[in-house]
C-alpha cells in the first residue's frame, strides 16, 4: 500500500484557511525572499498562505490533518536547501562527535544532533515555515511553541522504531484535541526501503499504542523538499533501512503554548544568538507569554526580562492580561 498524496474526500474549505492564516498572522514573505544565503528562507521557495490557490491547498491539508492525522506538502522547499542541511549537519555530527543512538527507541543505527536552533541561523528559518506553521496554528491554537528542533539520519541497518504517539506522555485521556504537533524535511528521498516515517491513518483519533507491539502500517514515502505533517497523537515511527544510503530528515516539533517544550529553548539557546532571532521565532521559542499570562517573570515577557527587548512593540507580542482592563 502506498499513501496518495493529493487525495481528499472532501471539497476545500477556502474560508477556513483563510481564517487560519489570517489568525496566525502568516503570508507576509514565502521562502526564498531575501539575497543573504545564511538562513533557509533566504535560499529557499516556500509558498506564501495567502494566495488564492495556497489557502486552496491550505484548507485540503487541513481535510486531511483532521480525517488522516497526516499530511504531505510536497516542493515545500529547494533541494538546494536540503542540500545546505544535510552538509551542515554533517558538519555538526563531525565536530560534536555525534555517533549513533544506544537505545531502541533512538536506534542504533541512527544519528541525532538535537537543539538545532542553538548551532546557527541556517535553521532559523524551518520553525516559521509559512505553510507548516499555518497549519500548526489551526492544529494547536495561538500561541504555540517549538517543542524540539532535530536531525534524524537513518542509517544502513537500522530496523524500524517501535510505533508510539509522540503525545504518549501526556496524562490526557484520548481522543483529546492536539497539544503537539509535529513535521519532518525530507532532506533526502523517504523511501519504504530506506527508512520512511511508518504511519497508521486515522489513529490520531485512537487511544495510544501499546509500545513494543507490532502493528500494520504504511510509509509516508515522499521526495527530498517534502514536508511530512501529522497530528501528535498519530501513531507512527521511523522505518527500517535496508539500503546502502542514509536517510536525512529533519524534525521540527512543536506544542501548544501552555505545553512544556521538549527541548528547553530558553536555556538551551545561547541569549546572543537568540537576540539575533526575529521577534516571530522568538515568540515561537518562549520568550512571549501565552495569552498575557502563562510564562511571565515578574510581570514581564522573558524577551523583556532576559533580552532586554519588548517584541510587543514590533506587533509579534502578547498583551498582559493585567494590561487590557
Given amino acids: ?33 531575501d539575497s543573504s544565503v545564511d538562513r533557509v528562507d533566504d535560499i529557499g521557495t516556500g509558498t506564501e498562505a495567502t494566495t488564492p490557490s495556497a489557502q486552496c491547498e491550505l484548507s485540503e491539508h487541513i481535510e486531511r490533518l483532521d480525517r488522516d492525522g497526516y499530511t504531505i506538502l510536497v516542493d515545500a522547499f529547494d533541494l538546494d536547501v536540503a542540500s545546505r542541511l544535510r552538509d551542515d549537519i554533517a558538519r555538526l555530527e563531525r565536530e560534536l562527535r555525534i555517533g549513533p543512538g544506544t537505545n531502541g527507541f533512538e536506534g542504533r543505527c541512527t544519528t541525532r544532533v538535537y537543539n538545532l536552533l ?41 530496523i524500524a522504531q517501535p510505533i508510539h504517539a509522540d503525545d504518549q506522555v501526556m496524562p490526557l485521556p484520548k481522543p483529546h484535541p492536539a497539544t503537539t504537533a509535529n513535521s519532518m524535511w525530507a532532506l533526502t528521498d523517504f523511501t519504504e526501503a530506506n527508512g520512511a516515517t511508518r504511519i497508521i491513518p486515522g489513529t490520531h483519533a485512537a487511544g495510544s499504542p501499546v509500545y513494543g507491539q507490532h502493528y500494520d502500517s504504511v510509509p509516508a514515502e515522499m521526495p527530498a523538499g517534502s514536508i511530512l505533517v501529522w497530528h501528535g497523537s498519530l501513531w507512527h515511527g521511523g522505518g527500517a533501512n535496508t539500503t546502502d544510503g542514509t536517510r536525512i530528515g529533519v524534525a521540527m516539533n512543536y506544542c501548544a503554548g501552555w505545553v512544556r517544550q521538549q527541548e528547553n529553548q530558553q536555556l538551551g539557546i545561547p541569549l546572543d544568538t537568540v537576540r539575533g532571532f526575529s521577534p516571530e521565532l522568538r515568540e515561537l521559542c518562549g520568550f512571549g507569554v501565552y495569552r498575557g499570562l502563562i510564562g511571565h517573570i515578574d510581570k514581564q515577557t522573558p524577551a523583556q526580562r532576559l533580552l532586554d527587548t519588548d517584541d510587543r512593540v514590533e506587533g509579534h507580542g502578547h498583551r498582559m492580561v493585567w494590561d487590557r482592563t
Fill in 118 to 158: 542553538a548551532h546557527g541561523p541556517l535553521y532559523e528559518s524551518i520553525p516559521v515555515h509559512p505553510v507548516v506553521l499555518a497549519l500548526m496554528h489551526y492544529l494547536l491554537g495561538d500561541g504555540c511553541l517549538v517543542s524540539s528542533l532535530s536531525s534524524i539520519a537513518i542509517g544502513p541497518g537500522e
Fill in 1 to 33: 500500500m502506498r499513501l496518495d498524496h493529493s487525495d481528499t474526500t472532501s471539497s476545500p474549505s477556502t474560508s477556513l484557511a483563510q481564517a487560519v492564516v489570517s489568525q496566525s498572522g502568516l503570508g507576509s514573505s514565502p521562502i526564498g525572499a
